[in-house]
């Protein structure tokens, strides 16, 4: 099982995000705490991939055609970084 840490700017943002956004990601944390990023790959609407440039060594998942969770993986303790939960900019 794996252990998912939100950071503290997180927690108060997803507060304005919008309530199917929120329901989505509580969805994703579900998938991830039992599965880690396998269970997220197998399911192809989340289009995990790594990320490049500034944000390598980072990851992000599709919450929905807008919105992205960010998140950071340390596979030897089975621990997910949460960093951010945003509109993805185009």
């Given at each position: 099982m794996w252990t998912i840490y939100e950071k503290k700017s997180l927690i108060k943002?997803?507060?304005t995000t919008p309530l199917r956004i929120r329901k989505e990601y509580e969805i994703w944390k579900r998938i991830?705490?039992?599965q880690g990023i396998q269970g997220l790959r197998e399911m192809k609407g989340y289009h995990?991939?790594?990320l490049k440039g500034e944000w390598k060594g980072f990851r992000s998942s599709r919450l929905s055609l807008?919105?992205?969770v960010i998140y950071?993986?340390?596979a030897k303790e089975l621990e997910i970084y949460v960093i951010d939960v945003n509109a993805h900019k185009y």
């Open positions: 943002s997803l507060k991830v705490e039992l995990d991939e790594a807008q919105w992205r950071k993986v340390e």
